[in-house]
T-cell receptor, first 112, second 120 residues
Framework: GDSVTQMEGPVTLSEEAFLTINCTYTATGYPSLFWYVQYPGEGLQLLLKATKADDKGSNKGFEATYRKETTSFHLEKGSVQVSDSAVYFC???????????FGSGTQLTVLP | NAGVMQNPRHLVRRRGQEARLRCSPM?????VYWYRQLPEEGLKFMVY????????ESGMPKERFSAEFPKEGPSILRIQQVVRGDSAAYFC??????????????????FGPGTRLTVL
């Protein structure tokens, strides 16, 4: 079945550091890939997405590129801020499936 | 345009009681998903509903759990005779399936803030 594997956390960085959170997936066909962010006490918000190979999703300085050859969708940001502290979830959706399949989440803490 | 609304935000129940969680989708959205997030884990799909119809309940436990999405009113996730292992955050998401000719458009799911259930 479908699965998403995320880099385990927690991750602690200083402000302005470079961020990478790894995500790899297993799925049949050509899934759409997503990164969701969950701030403390809140629901998930879509951060970015990519629907086909080599697409790059980007939002708020975050980027991720859909790599079919390595089945990966790593999240990157060049310079993190304290306000980026949250839990980040990688997820996939196959065209024939109706529900998102999530990774286990990565807790990010950015220190001033 | 209000987002997905869930209530209550926090719910405390004793073992054996019933928990009832409500979800109002975004305006114009006719499809609702329920996900459960256990501590330190990602979200796991439970059930997918449209108005008056359960489309996929493959992720829902066979006993004690039920879900509905009536023609009028919010979607309800009901947990009977709760146990400590039911303690989790329950998230609702909605979307509006679309199509363009013969192509099914994968539309975004919008999530509510969740209900945090604690079973004592």
């Amino acid at each position: 079945g479908d699965s998403v594997t995320q880099m385990e956390g927690p991750v602690t960085l200083s402000e302005e550091a470079f961020l990478t959170i790894n995500c790899t997936y297993t799925a049949t066909g050509y899934p759409s890939l997503f990164w969701y962010v969950q701030y403390p006490g809140e629901g998930l918000q879509l951060l970015l997405k990519a629907t086909k190979a080599d697409d790059k999703g980007s939002n708020k300085g975050f980027e991720a590129t859909y790599r079919k050859e390595t089945t990966s969708f790593h999240l990157e940001k060049g310079s993190v801020q304290v306000s980026d502290s949250a839990v980040y979830f990688c997820a996939l959706l196959r065209g024939s499936a109706r529900q998102l399949t999530f990774g286990s989440g990565t807790q990010l803490t950015v220190l001033p | 345009n209000a987002g997905v609304m869930q209530n209550p935000r926090h719910l405390v129940r004793r073992r054996g009681q019933e928990a009832r969680l409500r979800c109002s989708p975004m305006k114009g959205h006719s499809h609702v998903y329920w996900y459960r997030q256990l501590p330190e884990e990602g979200l796991k799909f439970m059930v997918y509903l449209q108005k008056e119809n359960i489309i996929d309940e493959s992720g829902m436990p066979k006993e004690r759990f039920s879900a509905e999405f009536p023609k009028e009113g919010p979607s309800i996730l009901r947990i009977q005779q709760v146990v400590r292992g039911d303690s989790a955050a329950y998230f609702c998401a909605s979307h509006r399936p679309g199509s363009s000719g013969r192509v099914v458009v994968i539309s975004e799911q919008f999530f509510g803030p969740g209900t945090r259930l604690t079973v004592l």
